[in-house]
């Protein structure tokens, strides 16, 4: 699974294509993620301040040009070479490098915040890579993700037969497959699915 989305994310990263969709999103999914996200960024600093910021599956790099412009430390990682020869095209100021989720190359507490918006529902093993996420964030986690109602029957059967019908499946997680995890690393966890009352179109945070 996660070398098959690499896979498409390199196709992408090569084709003709808006950023937004470069990353699989639609344009209104897209802006209204990156919007929220930067609100959420300015809430965290407005309380505890922020100097530097890891974003984790920084894809053409958008979000840490948003982050860039807004004065904060960014750097972007992500698993496929060519998005990241991208972002770096477009963004040279920006810090970009290939790196693995599952294996940051990364001191513990490196960071003041992490993100991760997306990325959480093409990978395979969540579990380690919600860890490797909190081992590196010295004070705060975003991560945004598509949201599933069912509690009643396992992720890994489901998983497995979305699997068994697609190499590159979009995975969707109930709270208590994420929770549980940033809870054990120390992190106080607050869910929101809804905006301005509407519920957000492309995840929850």
Same mark, same amino acid.
Request: one cysteine or more; aromatic letters at 10%.
């Given at each position: #699974?996660?070398?098959?989305? &690499?896979?498409? /994310?390199?196709?992408?990263?090569? $084709?003709?294509?808006?950023? +937004?969709?470069?990353?699989?999103?639609?344009?209104?999914?897209?802006?209204?993620?990156?919007?929220?996200?930067?609100?959420?960024?300015?809430?965290?600093?407005?309380?505890?301040?922020?100097?530097?910021?890891?974003?984790?599956?920084?894809?053409?790099?958008?979000?840490?040009?948003?982050?860039?412009?807004?004065?904060?430390?960014?750097?972007?990682?992500?698993?496929?070479?060519? #998005?990241?020869?991208?972002? &770096?095209?477009? /963004?040279?100021?920006?810090?970009? $490098?290939?790196?693995?989720? +599952?294996?940051?190359?990364?001191?513990?507490?490196?960071?003041?915040?992490?993100?991760?918006?997306?990325?959480?529902?093409?990978?395979?093993?969540?579990?380690?890579?919600?860890?490797?996420?909190?081992?590196?964030?010295?004070?705060?986690?975003?991560?945004?993700?598509?949201?599933?109602?069912?509690?009643?029957?396992?992720?890994?059967?489901?998983?497995?037969?979305?699997?068994?019908?697609?190499?590159?499946?979009?995975?969707? /997680?109930?709270?208590?497959?994420?929770?549980?995890?940033?809870?054990?690393?120390?992190?106080?966890?607050?869910?929101?699915?809804?905006?301005?009352?509407?519920?957000?179109?492309?995840?929850?945070?």
């Amino acid at each position: #699974m996660d070398d098959a989305w &690499k896979i498409v /994310y390199e196709q992408r990263a090569r $084709s003709d294509i808006p950023d +937004y969709r470069k990353s699989c999103w639609s344009k209104e999914g897209f802006e209204e993620l990156l919007q929220l996200t930067l609100k959420f960024v300015d809430e965290i600093n407005s309380t505890n301040p922020i100097t530097t910021i890891l974003d984790v599956g920084s894809g053409p790099g958008i979000y840490c040009d948003a982050l860039h412009r807004k004065g904060f430390i960014v750097t972007g990682i992500d698993y496929s070479p060519e #998005m990241i020869a991208l972002a &770096k095209k477009n /963004y040279p100021d920006i810090t970009f $490098s290939v790196g693995d989720g +599952y294996h940051l190359e990364f001191a513990d507490n490196s960071f003041d915040l992490v993100i991760s918006i997306g990325a959480l529902q093409c990978l395979l093993d969540h579990e380690r890579f919600l860890r490797e996420l909190c081992r590196v964030s010295r004070k705060n986690l975003i991560i945004s993700t598509l949201w599933r109602e069912d509690t009643g029957k396992d992720p890994a059967i489901i998983l497995k037969e979305q699997l068994e019908e697609d190499s590159w499946p979009t995975r969707e /997680y109930h709270s208590n497959e994420v929770v549980p995890i940033l809870e054990s690393a120390g992190f106080s966890c607050t869910i929101i699915r809804e905006q301005n009352r509407q519920e957000i179109r492309d995840g929850y945070f």
